[in-house]
């Protein structure tokens, strides 16, 4: 498999239980390099423009809130098939169906404050690091 990047973020949640360093462990035990890192507060504007996708689901406005209700760390991961390793370590989007020793299994308290997102296909991840980083701020 090829080596990828994809794009991680700690959310509020999970920054405000001062759980930065332990998700970054499990990320780099699965074998993933953070090759980018920064903490942001999101405005209201980034956190909408980000999530457009999900505009139109009845969750978009409590996931709007919760990801400007405190610090995120936004991340790129480099590694071997990165874009599924992320998804695999992260865990079902709901941490009651997510598998035992995942980040949302170990971490999350509910499917609005799940503790990290990941990009999903090369196109997102592309489109999500963008959106974050500049390329100078991407040291691999
Ligand atoms: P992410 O995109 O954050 O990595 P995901 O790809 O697992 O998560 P998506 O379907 O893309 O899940 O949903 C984006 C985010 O919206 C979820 O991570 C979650 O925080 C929130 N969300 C999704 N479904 C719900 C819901 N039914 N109720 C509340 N929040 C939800
Ligand atoms: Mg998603």
Do not use: C
């Amino acid at each position: 498999m090829a080596i990828e990047r994809t794009f991680s973020m700690i959310k509020p949640d999970a920054t405000k239980r001062n759980l930065t360093g332990a998700i970054t462990k499990m990320l780099e035990d699965a074998g993933l390099r953070v090759i980018a890192s920064k903490r942001v507060w999101m405005s209201k504007r980034e956190a909408e423009g980000f999530y457009a996708v999900h505009k139109e689901r009845p969750f978009f406005g409590e996931l709007v809130e919760g990801m400007t209700s405190g610090p995120t760390i936004v991340q790129v991961l480099e590694g071997e098939g990165a874009i599924l390793k992320n998804r695999e370590i992260m865990g079902a989007t709901n941490p009651a169906n997510a598998d035992e020793g995942t980040i949302r299994k170990t971490h999350a308290l509910s499917i609005g404050e799940n503790s990290v997102h990941g990009s999903d296909a090369p196109e997102t991840a592309a489109q999500e690091i963008k959106y974050w980083f500049s390329d100078t701020e991407i040291v691999g």
